[in-house]
């Protein structure tokens, strides 16, 4: 409990995929009387787990069109991963925390949403990383999800006494400070603030065990969060955007030069190897990711031209025509723990198979943009 200026905070540390969290909230809300129960929710999640829809109400094509895919795929991860768990231990993740809300509504106790919004954290996350390390950050996750441990007494009782997620932000944390300081240390800071600015004399927070002593340093300082500039999307570095156009521009460039010292039609061959290397190797990937037809042909004509501008990629393109010809089914997300953690589940899950069309297609334009862009350069010298 944290008292401050004749307030009371009860901080419920809790693990997500605890049946012993579960009855700990209902215990001390009933004991405690509140005149609040606070949540690590924000309204979009609570809405998902209280409706028990999660993602199935995603339209994918909007998340494609809105440059969020990368975003989204990272989401699911960790959900995947978290739910993994929680199938082992018998118990849904974040039942405590819906056990919460019912609790407090069947007393009549008004309930605060608390946590970040889920987008930004994500978006936030994202982009405090190098490409390098998000593609690092995908591949470490990637293997734990893939990796079949056996759940021992010990380690069931060592899962039901900690925050889960916040125990694995803090182990990739290690590897990545930039995602530990969005994903812990900003949400303690977050959550901390909108606890303190809620309602009530007495409160109790139902939170994550990982965030329990970072939000009782959030409520003890005499300075507040600055909860404005931790909902904020950062703007793309202009560096960023000047190589983004700079390649693009020096492709040009280059094939002009060619035409000026060579003629017209060397600079048409060297246009004509580049379209032909970058379209193919991506439709190769798109191919590898066992697309539509239509998708992998989307890929070979998108390729080329996208690569001349920093605005859409090649892999949005192909995940849309993927999610548009083949959208996922319904029963597709409810088996999404399954098929994740399995190499096989990729090809045969249709959501799934829409992120290896994203990112195969991806990788096959960039590895075609740099032979194309090699052939270039060697002509021009």
Not at 281 to 287: D, F, L, P, Q, R
Not at 334 to 347: A, F, N, P, Q, T
Not at 352 to 371: E, Q
Request: aromatic letters at 8%.
């Amino acid at each position: 409990m944290v008292a401050l200026e004749g307030r009371e905070f009860i901080l419920v540390g809790t693990a997500h995929i605890s049946r012993e969290s579960v009855d700990l909230v209902r215990r001390v809300i009933e004991r405690e009387e509140p005149d609040c129960v606070c949540i690590e929710l924000d309204s979009r999640r609570y809405q998902a787990l209280s409706q028990q829809r999660r993602f199935e109400s995603l339209d994918l094509k909007q998340v494609i069109r809105s440059g969020q895919l990368a975003t989204l795929m990272f989401n699911l991860l960790l959900a995947a991963y978290q739910r993994h768990l929680g199938l082992e231990l018998g118990i849904e993740p974040g039942s405590e925390l819906l056990e919460a809300a019912r609790t407090a509504e069947e007393r009549g106790i008004p309930v605060a949403l608390c946590d970040r919004d889920i987008r930004v954290t994500l978006r936030r996350a994202w982009r405090s990383l190098s490409w390098f390390r998000k593609l690092l950050l995908l591949s470490s996750l990637l293997e734990v999800l893939f990796e079949k441990p056996e759940l021992t007494e010990e380690d069931l009782r060592e899962l039901r006494q900690q925050d889960v997620m916040t125990k694995l932000m803090q182990e990739l944390g290690e590897a990545f400070p930039g995602l530990k300081t969005v994903l812990i240390d900003e949400r303690d800071a977050f959550l901390g603030e909108r606890i303190k600015r809620t309602p009530g004399q007495r409160l109790v927070a139902v939170v994550g065990a990982g965030h329990v002593e970072g939000i009782r340093r959030a409520l003890t300082l005499g300075r507040g969060a600055d909860l404005e500039a931790l909902d904020t999307i950062p703007p793309v570095s202009p560096i960023w955007k000047w190589v983004g156009w700079g390649i693009p521009a020096l492709i040009l460039g280059s094939l002009v030069l060619i035409g000026v010292r060579q003629g017209a039609s060397a600079a048409g061959a060297s246009l004509l190897f580049w379209i032909l290397a970058s379209g193919t190797a991506s439709a190769v990937g798109a191919a590898l990711a066992l697309a539509h037809p239509a998708t992998i042909a989307a890929a070979f004509l998108a390729a080329p031209i996208t690569a001349l501008s920093p605005l859409i990629g090649v892999g949005h393109v192909t995940a849309f025509v993927q999610a548009y010809l083949k959208p996922p089914l319904v029963s597709e997300f409810k088996e999404l723990s399954r098929d994740v953690g399995s190499l096989g589940g990729w090809w045969r899950s249709r959501l799934l198979r829409i992120f290896l069309v994203f990112l195969l297609s991806t990788f096959g334009g960039i590895l075609g943009n740099w032979v194309g862009g090699a052939e270039i350069v060697s002509n021009l010298f």
